[in-house]
């Protein structure tokens, strides 16, 4: 091998012409060879010469040199001293594949290119050549690139030329320095295409690395290449490994072998903290060994089909914390990968995951995998086998959330609930969806908002999601279905049913059981879904059932729906008909619901009412998914009965809008006692319980005849209100006029036959409370046997039915009472009303009347609860002659002893006949249980000599007798018993000294 340029031509001819003082020549060769000595060999070009010059004094001038070699043609011009010297400009246009490669090797720039040198040699012997070059395109390994600009300088001194040059490639524009001196070359690359490196050095195949190679310093010696890269990642192709890091590199050209070595890089999954690895291409080796944090899960999937032809990408794995450890080995055909995974707060096709671990050994082509699933709502084991595109997965004892299982093999099922059960999954080359089959149980699910519980079958999931066998409860009924639905052709199968429904599980207002058989089978949104459904006894209102029976359709496609359900309610002998449709359109659910209820008894919470009600309502759900129900109802009818209250409301009608269980009563109006009522109001349920309630009624000139001999004309304006618990009836009546003809001890009850229930209305009436004013100025009359008169009305009623309480007074000052057959004239009469813990009036009453030219006065006066009866004559008399001048009608005579005897027996007759009609009357009219006024015979004097005993009871075991002697002064006399047992009573007495004692007192029987 030579160490010098040389140049050598054979087979030349050389013409000469004189030019004035010089002599002209013309050299042509047909061959030329010059041999240049560069780093590990010499580079020998070769080609045919044609040449002139003209030999000077000193010099040999050249006007035309043109050299065409097999790769490139040189032409050029310039001086040849005599003195050894060299001046020559050279243009090159050609492929200079062979003049580099020497250098570059496998890294020569294959295209043509253009180019211009200056060579000049000096007198001491140095040559040098300083060119500059260009090409549109080159090629490197079938690896295009354009714009390829440089400078390329050499000198035999040094044998060293030098490159530097830029060139385009994918958007980027690439820097290239290479140095060569004998046999050390140093290549300097930046800003260029890790991918077109890595294929240049024989690494891309078997690691696609990808990115910006932002440095790389690499040194050739003797066919081995060494040296680090710092790549940067970069919008790369899918299939390329996007890094970021700084990789040692070895690469033996001839041997073709590849090692990288680099710590702490970055790859899409996370931080490699170690990368080792030999690629041989030659041989068919690879050897990888890595230690690597996990980051991100989706990177990691490029990196499983390249080595193992595991695509996971179906399973939509993304982000996540943790490790990984992979030690690989292939040799020919021949793998084997041991790993191990570790990596919480995972993504599988948008299902959270807490946590996953796995173990992974691959032995020639076929990938074994133990994976531990762990997480809050999903856990269980998986087998894994993977071969030649064939993957089966044995799941074991999953349990978990339905809704992220199904996520998770991207099936579109809104189902919520926890499943326990088996799985196998298996897919394989050629299936277009993986089989997934296996058992399953639930406590509980939810299925598009639908409660199964104790559910129980088989799944198949293919093309299609099947769930056969499928049984289950619903509302405490017994329910059996096969469902198949498949999303690709848009089918369905379905066919099913559910047998006594408990109907208090929908709606705990209802008792009853229902029906639903459903069945259907084909295209989405074409074919419906047939639905029966009957319920033959609902119970709203105790002991009054009534039916609802239908049929509907229901069309879906199993993320929206609408369902048409008319159907038929009979209450008794009379059937309403409904209409009913519901949809599911754009995440929003919307629908309606109409009814001709025929008979109102239905809604009522008593019977005995005749009216029917129209219901239009539309369901609508708000921006939080939460179903609403809005719409009107009108009423009309004949009557409205009202339990305890014997008039009814006539000829009604109503008009009621309401939005949920807020109801507002718009209008309200009909005929009561032959006056006007209308009527509005709102009301608002919420958890099943009466939150807010204001209704107003106001009547006008009704007539009412609320029990017998008993009726008023009056006007009304009442509001039914709710304050906390309690329900308020408040407002104004004022009697236009009223006429009492009960007796005193005739009850006040307003029943009036009703039936309904008693539950509902009784605790209704419990928490009932009163706030109403009533007044009458009018025609107020009482007629009774004890009294008649004609009066005025100011009460105000408060409390509630159990304990009332009255304000206010009822006054008269016409009229008469009725005593013994006599009618006293009612001088005035007053009940004030102001006890606050019941009622228990303040009682003044005046009566008089004129008996033999006596003046006879009548009194009562004090509290009902313990009132004393006064009769007052004028001129006075005793007691005993008042009694017999108002029962005989004479006073008594006193001639004789004999006489007088028969007095006090005649008086004690009369006093008993009258203590009888007065009893009576004040019992009626006080509540009072005895009185008795009793003449006392041991006395001399007939001159008030009659004592008058009260007793009242309390309660059934408590008695209170009072006594007192109106003739003379004397201590009263109180006596008490309280049952205390049925054979233990206590009695305490205070008698006429005042004496006082207490007793406690057993009862035996034998």
């Known amino acids: 091998m030579s160490e010098k340029l040389s140049v050598t031509l054979l087979d030349f001819d050389v013409y000469s012409y004189s030019k004035g003082e010089n002599i002209s020549f013309r050299i042509i060769s047909p061959h030329m060879k010059i041999i240049f000595p560069l780093s590990g060999g010499e580079v020998k070009l070769e080609g045919d010469l044609e040449s002139e010059f003209i030999n000077k004094k000193k010099v040999f001038k050249i006007s035309k040199f043109r050299w065409g070699t097999e790769d490139f043609i040189v032409t050029g011009n310039g001086n040849i001293y005599k003195s050894g010297n060299l001046a020559l400009h050279v243009f090159t246009d050609g492929n200079f594949e062979n003049l580099l490669y020497p250098i570059l090797k496998d890294l020569t720039a294959k295209g043509e290119v253009k180019g211009s040198a200056a060579i000049v040699k000096d007198t001491g012997g140095r040559i040098l050549i300083n060119g500059n070059f260009s090409a549109p395109e080159i090629r490197i390994k079938d690896e295009k690139f354009y714009q390829f600009r440089g400078n390329v300088k050499w000198n035999n001194r040094t044998e060293k030329i030098k490159l530097i040059s830029t060139v385009f490639s994918d958007g980027l524009l690439s820097k290239l320095n290479v140095e060569s001196k004998k046999y050390l070359t140093k290549i300097d690359i930046s800003n260029a295409s890790a991918a077109k490196l890595g294929k240049a050095i024989d690494l891309y195949e078997n690691v696609p690395v990808g990115g910006i190679v932002k440095n790389c310093n690499l040194e050739l010696n003797r066919g081995l290449m060494t040296g680090t890269l710092t790549v940067e990642k970069d919008v790369i192709s899918e299939d390329e490994f996007n890094v970021d890091g700084t990789f040692d590199i070895e690469y033996q050209m001839k041997e073709k072998w590849v090692k990288f070595r680099a710590t702490d890089t970055i790859s899409e999954f996370g931080l490699v903290k170690y990368l080792n690895g030999f690629v041989d291409t030659k041989r068919k080796i690879m050897k990888i060994d890595l230690n690597s944090t996990i980051r991100e899960l989706s990177g990691a999937d490029k990196y499983l089909k390249k080595y193992v032809d595991l695509d996971l990408s179906q399973w939509g794995l993304k982000k996540g914390f943790g490790n990984l450890r992979m030690n690989f080995s292939k040799k020919g055909e021949f793998i084997e990968i041991k790993s191990s995974i570790s990596v919480r707060d995972l993504i599988s096709n948008g299902a959270l995951l807490d946590s996953m671990s796995a173990k992974v050994r691959t032995l020639n082509q076929r990938t074994n995998i133990d994976l531990l699933l762990d997480d809050r709502e999903l856990n269980g084991k998986a087998f894994i086998e993977y071969e030649a595109g064939n993957l089966d997965i044995d799941f074991k004892n999953i349990v978990g959330e339905s809704s992220k299982m199904f996520m998770i093999l991207e099936q579109d099922l809104d189902i919520k609930g926890v499943l326990t059960g088996n799985y196998k999954y298996h897919s394989e080359k050629g299936m277009k969806d993986p089989l997934i089959t296996g058992n399953y149980i639930a406590r509980s699910i939810n299925f598009y908002d639908f409660i199964f519980k104790n559910v129980n079958g088989e799944l198949e999931v293919l093309d299609h999601i099947f769930l056969k066998n499928l049984k289950f409860n619903y509302h405490n009924g017994k329910g059996q279905s096969d469902i198949l639905i498949n999303y690709e052709t848009d089918y369905f199968k379905i066919d099913g049913e559910i047998n006594s429904i408990d109907i208090n599980e929908i709606n705990n207002g209802f008792k009853g059981k229902g029906n639903l058989q459903f069945s259907g089978e084909g295209i989405f949104n074409k074919d419906p879904l047939r639905i029966k459904y009957d319920s033959p006894a609902i119970i709203f209102y105790e002991g009054r059932p009534f039916s609802v029976k239908g049929e509907g359709n229901i069309m879906t496609d199993f993320s929206e729906f609408v369902i048409s359900a008319p159907g038929i309610l009979r209450n008794n002998t009379m059937d309403s008909p409904f209409t009913f449709i519901f949809k599911l359109e754009d995440d929003k659910y919307l ?22 009600m129209n219901l239009s309502s539309e369901i609508i759900s708000d921006e939080n998914d939460n179903i609403h ?220 009347t004129f008996i033999k030219s006596y003046r006879i006065k009548f009194l009562i006066s004090g509290l009902s609860s313990g009132v004393r009866p006064e009769f007052i004559s004028s001129p006075p008399l005793p007691q005993q002659d008042i009694i017999a001048l108002i029962s005989l009608g004479e006073l008594f005579q006193r001639s004789s002893s004999t ?108």
């Open 591 to 612: 629908g309606s619901f109409d009814i001709e209820l025929k008979d109102i008894n239905v809604v009522m919470p008593w019977e005995n009412n005749k009216g029917i």
């Open 899 to 1006: 006489n007088i005897s028969s007095e006090v027996g005649t008086t004690g007759l009369v006093t008993t006949a009258l203590t009888d009609q007065i009893q009576k009357r004040v019992k009626k009219l006080f509540g009072i249980d005895m009185l008795k006024l009793d003449p006392d015979p041991t006395r001399s004097s007939l001159e008030g000599i009659s004592r008058l005993t009260i007793g009242k009871s309390i309660s059934k075991d408590f008695l209170i007798v009072y006594s007192t002697d109106i003739s003379r002064a004397t201590r009263d006399v109180y006596f008490f018993q309280y049952q205390i047992t049925p054979t233990i009573s206590l009695i305490g007495k205070r008698n006429e000294e005042g004496r006082l004692s207490l007793d406690i007192r057993f009862r035996k029987r034998y």
């Open 629 to 848: 129900f809005q719409g009107v109802a009108d009423l009309k009818g004949e009557f409205i009965s009202f339990p305890g209250f014997p008039h009814t409301l006539d000829k009604f009608k109503g008009s009621l809008f309401f939005r949920d269980l807020d109801f507002t009563m718009r209008s309200f109006s009909g005929k009561m006692g032959g006056g006007d009522v209308t009527g509005n109001g709102k009301l608002k349920v919420e958890n099943n319980e009466l939150q807010d309630l204001l209704v107003t009624f106001n009547g006008r000139n009704m007539f009412l005849f609320p029990m017998e001999r008993a009726n008023f004309r009056m006007n009304a304006n009442l509001n039914l209100q709710k304050k906390k618990d309690k329900y308020v009836l408040g407002g104004a009546i004022n009697f236009l006029s009223l006429l009492w003809e009960r007796e005193i001890d005739e009850g006040m009850s307003f029943y009036a036959g009703t039936g309904g229930s008693d539950t509902k209305q009784s605790t209704f009436i419990d928490n009932l409370e009163y706030d109403l004013s009533m007044r009458g100025k009018g025609d107020i009359n009482v007629r009774n046997s004890f009294i008649s008169g004609k009066g005025e009305v100011d009460l105000h009623l408060t409390g509630n039915s159990d304990f009332p309480v009255l304000s206010g007074s009822i006054s008269s000052r016409e009229g008469a009472v009725h005593i013994s057959g006599r009618d006293f004239n009612l001088v005035k009469a007053r009940l004030v009303f102001n006890n606050k813990v019941g009622i228990n009036p303040l009682i003044r009453i005046e009566a008089e």
